[in-house]
């Protein structure tokens, strides 16, 4: 069993907002997801690794999801002078993917096999050799929670997570299944 209350002070030093206890039997995993996945409104569809149908089927995302009991789930908040405020919404989630990199290797020192699930798809490699090649990385690779079929506010909601934190707010969500 993992100490959440140990994962959320780390959590909390490596620079998440909210970091919480994620059950494995809280996580669906939706075809009706995977089908916002397919109107490519993200652009990256059929062209990673990490995204939809290059990531694997849900069949095949569900028996990974699987091998884990719990895990955890962070989130950054950042707070928007308005509603359109893309510049806030971009450094929120650059900053989000930032700590979500740094905080994967220190999990990794203790559970070297668990199962990052990114909010947005993997950007480690500059471009993606999807899908002429293999990955080059695929023990460092990540797909989001999204492209694993799973509905974000669902997965905090089934979790005591917030998902909204009022106007004006912008949350970006990740998760870590541990071993």
């Known amino acids: 069993m993992i100490d959440i209350k140990e994962l959320e002070e780390m959590g909390k030093k490596a620079g998440f907002s909210h970091v919480a206890l994620l059950k494995r039997d809280?996580?669906?995993l939706m075809p009706e997801v995977r089908e916002m996945c397919k109107k490519n409104t993200c652009h990256m569809y059929n062209r990673r690794w990490s995204c939809p149908p290059g990531c694997g089927d849900l069949e095949e995302c569900r028996k990974k999801i699987e091998r884990y009991r719990e895990g955890i789930i962070v989130q950054t908040v950042g707070q928007l002078e308005d509603p359109m405020d893309g510049e806030t919404m971009m450094e929120t989630e650059a900053l989000h993917k930032q700590n979500f990199y740094e905080f994967e290797k220190i999990l990794r020192e203790r559970w070297p096999g668990m199962l990052p699930i990114g909010a947005g798809c993997c950007t480690k490699?500059?471009?993606?050799t999807y899908p002429d090649a293999p990955c080059r990385f695929p023990d460092q690779a990540f797909s989001s929670m999204e492209a694993y079929g799973?509905?974000?506010?669902?997965v905090c909601k089934a979790n005591s997570l917030d998902y909204?934190?009022?106007p004006c707010t912008i949350a970006y969500t990740s998760c870590y299944l541990l071993e």
Not at 125 to 128: D, L, Q, R, Y
Not at 150 to 154: F, G, K, N, S
Request: glycine letters at 6%; proline letters at 0%.
């Open 26 to 28: 809280t996580i669906e």
């Open 125 to 128: 490699c500059k471009e993606c």
């Open 150 to 154: 799973m509905l974000v506010t669902q």
């Open 164 to 166: 909204y934190y009022g």
